[in-house]
């Protein structure tokens, strides 16, 4: 195979992706990402489980190309090979309906062995699908990181593996697929393997897939500069920390993108009235039409600020109970979507029942209301306890509705604190978990809505001309692929 003039194939594997199956933002990375990377001039293929929860429109595309047995401990598992070209992308079906044909996606107890399948299956697949020609193989999050260990330990002596470089991208270090010990005999077939059970034992007592991955893979990334580097250090690293350190020449924090299409205030079909950087009077509107749909008093010199996501402690909800008596005796609106722990949803139907017109929670998932509220809020409240990359705080600033966000991953390397002596800026900052710093913050970006009309209108602008899109993130990552190939020439 000629490496002059010929795309680099990359091969990215993920457990969910947009629009076959989603639970959290893998998925919108594992959608948008690869087309983007297509778009610069790789050939970029996704392979996932074919899930049942899957929609029946998309599988009636799907055409039936390898079948072969994927050899897992002592089991020998059916494995088949559907494949769907969706916006470009080429998408690989791992097929097995003992493992993946279910209501959900994810919580069984046997998930050990479930993504053990498919992490073995991909490095089949490789081995089996001669069109794949596989040049760097990225894996992402738990579920497929024991493929990085299969890859190095099985399939050396296999001509379409031997020069595959891997990659392992962490989009939240919190769930690293850990399990009892007799997983390695009986699932992975790695227990005669002193070497490889070495690196996979945690804390001497369970199996941990993506530890796994952190030591056996070429190159790790991350979804954001600063979340690499958070990962180092003990508070963030989730027991991993120690492993990050050591791998620092191989880790790279890379922020995520958005789809700029689907979030774009000028075209979105699911607000009321359209708007753009250049033409931003029905941005208004947009507000004025929320505050009646939540219920809240319609005046636009109230600053309505909006919270949109998982209703959880991660996300620094505690710091916006103990504030939210200040910030509603000031004449602040807030406006809050999602779902969460019951504390938590509790703690906001309260908010809601006490403060009339100025607080509305709606206990809910609803796509169609978070891109009015997007359109519709002055500001978005993101004071995270940790954040690996976040989506909100950008699509927010691509509607004109400015973030006020903690210091932490990748809130701080996507928002720019507003400099009230040089002018530049897309939002606001606070460094520490405190309520008081929190209110205070979001305070002063309420005292330049109120008093500096000019200003909030140039940051506004400012944050609406941020690039956002993948075509960023897909440049550093070709880096990366090429770097791992030096004799492919870009």
């Known amino acids: 195979m000629a490496n002059q003039g010929r795309k680099i194939k990359v091969l990215f594997a993920s457990s969910e992706a947009v629009p076959f199956v989603k639970t959290g933002g893998l998925a919108d990375v594992a959608g948008s990402l690869p087309r983007a990377l297509n778009q610069k001039g790789a050939e970029v293929s996704v392979i996932m489980p074919k899930y049942s929860a899957i929609p029946q429109e998309y599988q009636d595309q799907m055409k039936h190309i390898a079948e072969f047995y994927v050899p897992l401990a002592w089991r020998s598992v059916y494995c088949g090979i ?14 097995n309906e003992a493992y993946f044909k279910r209501d959900g996606i994810y919580g069984y107890f046997d998930d050990g062995e479930r993504f053990a ?26 579920q497929c990181a024991m493929a990085s260990v299969f890859l190095r330990e099985f ?57 796994g991955a952190l030591l056996y893979s070429d190159m790790i990334t991350t979804v954001s500069p600063s979340y690499a580097n958070e990962l180092q250090m003990p508070f963030y690293g989730e027991g991993m920390d120690g ?54 008093a319609e005046d636009p010199e109230r600053p309505l600020v909006v919270m949109i996501g998982r209703l959880t402690t991660q996300k620094g909800l505690g710091l916006v109970r103990y504030a939210m008596n200040r910030l509603m005796e000031r004449g602040v609106q807030v406006a809050v979507l999602g779902t969460g722990d019951k504390d938590q949803e509790d703690a906001f139907k309260y908010f809601d029942w006490t403060y009339g017109d100025q607080m509305c929670a709606r206990i809910a998932f609803d796509n169609a209301l978070s891109h009015r ?35 932490t991953g990748g ?25 008081d710093e929190m209110a205070n913050t979001l305070l002063e970006a309420c005292e330049v809505f109120w008093t500096e009309k000019d200003v909030w209108k140039q940051l ?25 190939h030096p004799e492919i020439e870009r």
């Open 82 to 95: 559907e494949k769907l070209t969706y916006q470009g992308v080429n998408f690989y079906f791992v097929d």
């Open 117 to 142: 399948f498919f992490s073995k299956a991909i490095c089949e697949a490789i081995q089996y699908l001669p069109e794949l020609q596989v040049d760097v193989l990225q894996c992402n999050d738990w």
């Open 155 to 211: 399939y050396q002596s296999i001509e379409a593996c031997r020069h595959v470089k891997t990659i392992f991208t962490v989009h939240n270090v919190k769930f690293q697929g850990q399990f009892g010990d007799d997983v390695l005999s009986d699932i992975l077939g790695l227990a005669d393997n002193p070497t490889a059970a070495g690196q996979l034992y945690c804390d001497r007592v369970s199996v941990n897939y993506m530890q």
């Open 243 to 296: 492993i990050f350190r050591r791998r620092s020449d191989s880790l790279r924090g890379i922020l995520n993108g958005i789809d700029v299409d689907l979030w774009n205030p000028k075209t979105d079909k699911m607000i009321e009235y359209n708007y753009s950087a250049g033409k931003m009077a029905n941005k208004a509107k947009c507000k004025a039409a929320l505050q009646r749909e939540f219920g809240l």
């Open 373 to 407: 509220m997007y359109a519709g809020g002055d500001i978005l409240l993101m004071p995270s306890e940790f954040e690996p990359c976040g989506l909100s705080q950008m699509i927010a600033m691509r509607y004109g509705t400015l973030p006020v966000v903690r210091e």
């Open 411 to 435: 809130l701080q390397d996507s928002v720019v604190a507003y400099n009230k002596y040089t002018g530049e800026g897309t939002g606001f900052r606070f460094a520490n978990m405190n309520a």
């Open 460 to 484: 506004r602008k400012q944050a609406m001309e941020t690039d956002f899109s993948w075509g960023r993130a897909a440049d550093e990552y070709l880096d990366i692929y090429y770097g791992l």
